[in-house]
């Protein structure tokens, strides 16, 4: 039987690296696009990112450091998630350079911005689903000391969202089919949604 390696991560955890991220994994990723206030698109991925209620539908994502996503947010109020899948794994990657203020990542990457119903940032066309949404609130975290940290979550209501017909089999969103990409660890590992298995929740013992 093998032994256990325990650390605290305060002292270390004596690895080559950091295991955090890959043990908290696979992280869906929140392809975040905004504006700023003087509508300039800005568009980057989040892989601390999930979904915390579903009615109504509450969807948020942590920033380490204040980005143009989060500044934008808070300027105007509103924010899309773009699902980012294994087809466009490449224009994904693209996005998350550290471009310049001001920068449009959408039309770098060479992706098609889409305009939404309800709030002013585009969504990218070639996502398969994308969710529009207006803020509920910007948390800067702290740690257990009370010390404030550099690290953002943002949280937001989705007020609207919009499917790829063609991923709707028989009215369900046909996740395997649009192989969404999440992050699993380290500086280059993802993984992709291919395949799925059903198990139905047993009744309480």
């Known amino acids: 039987m093998s032994g256990v390696h325990f650390y605290e991560p305060a002292k270390g955890h004596g690895l080559p690296h950091d295991p955090f991220k890959a043990i908290i994994a696979p992280r869906p990723i929140g392809w975040i696009s905004t504006v700023d206030a003087e509508d300039r698109p800005n568009l980057a991925p989040y892989s601390f990112f999930n979904a915390f209620s579903s009615v109504p539908p509450i969807i948020g994502f942590c920033s380490e450091g204040w980005k143009h996503s989060v500044r934008n947010i808070e300027a105007t ?114 993984a992709e949604v291919s395949e799925l298995f059903r198990m139905p929740r047993t009744a309480t013992v």
């Open 77 to 190: 109020g509103e924010f899309v998630f773009n699902l980012a899948t294994a087809p466009l794994a490449q224009q994904m990657n693209i996005t998350g350079s550290p471009f310049e203020d001001g920068v449009d990542e959408m039309a770098a990457a060479g992706l098609t911005a889409a305009a939404c119903r309800l709030v002013r940032a585009p969504r990218v066309a070639e996502s398969p689903a994308a969710m529009e949404c207006r803020l509920i609130s910007i948390t800067q975290l702290r740690d257990m000391d009370g010390n404030a940290l550099g690290r953002f979550l943002v949280l937001g209501q989705v007020v609207g969202v919009h499917i790829d017909a063609s991923f709707l089999k028989e009215g369900l969103f046909d996740t395997a089919a649009a192989r969404p990409l999440a992050r699993c660890g380290y500086l280059a590992d993802y």
